[in-house]
DNA sequence: CACCTTTAGGACCAATTTGATCCCTTTTAT
DNA sequence: ATAAAAGGGATCAAATTGGTCCTAAAGGTG
């Protein structure tokens, strides 16, 4: 369980790619999906979440593409994640007040530990460690 | 992202469920199924994993049903959550040595590490804990 | 302007997973 | 024998995942 889906892969794998290169450098599309070996069209849609939430500056046309919005060092690995698999939330009821049955259920506070916990782990990792990170 | 789902959640219910009874004392999975809201068939197939698993012991025939294996003090949440959702993988490249793509991948470290820690907090939860809990 | 390049956005689709239900078999007590 | 349970397999609809395709819009260039 709690297993990463295919687009959160090639959501980190992307966006890493992005930071690797030299600053303010734009990157096409097709580019960065034949180095990260993802689906191109896949990856388009991707990137566009990445545009719509400020991570990723986009231009259209002739000599068009991304560039990361903030330096690399400023943009977390939760924050790539969440953007393209939505909020980590163990539990549905982590949502609204209560749980479906009333009142908070039992596990409420277990869930509600676990989702700090790695948000705090993700929240800790910027994209520009991961770039660096010699382990490939 | 990481959600558990509704087997997920009819699991922790009908365990605990059963954790409420008097020790020794066998439910039916109909009883358990009208007490925890949950579809009686859907349920009766999560009961068979419990079972499967020696999370609990079931008995055939008129007089038949579930009791707890153990105590519910020496049953955690991690166990019964992985019996119907399968192991706490954040990523998939936890499970082989190397990632798909030659070597363990630059985000490997930080699933490792998510990993553990959710283990570690649902492994810390029992399901006495939460039978007891009067946050209901 | 016309034309090319590139992202934006919507529609669409196949495969997989989820969330069940049904039916028949096996075991067990009476 | 019979009735009462769980065991196990087949099946199925709905939702999600993983992707493709097409047209539109925007931005350079001759």
Redesign the interface.
């Known amino acids: ?5 295919r687009k ?2 090639y959501a ?1 794998r992307g966006i ?1 790619y992005l930071a690797q290169q030299p600053p303010g450098r734009v990157s096409l599309i097709s580019e960065i999906a034949a180095a990260a ?1 993802v689906p191109q069209t896949f990856l388009a849609k991707i990137f566009q979440s990445f545009a719509k939430l400020g991570l990723v500056t986009s231009s259209r046309g002739t000599g068009g593409g991304f560039v990361l919005a903030r330096p690399a060092s400023a943009i977390t ?1 939760r924050e790539v ?2 953007a393209v ?8 009821c982590l949502l609204g007040s209560a749980c479906d ?1 009333g ?9 509600k ?2 989702q700090t ?2 948000v705090h ?2 929240d800790g ?1 910027t994209i520009d460690t ?2 660096r ?1 010699p ?2």
Do not use: D, F, K
């Open positions: 369980m709690m297993e990463l889906t959160g892969e980190i890493i070996e690995l994640v969440e698999e939505g909020p980590i939330l163990p539990n549905r049955r009142g908070p259920c039992r596990v409420h506070a277990v869930w530990q676990v916990e790695v782990i993700l990792v991961l770039a990170n382990e490939h």
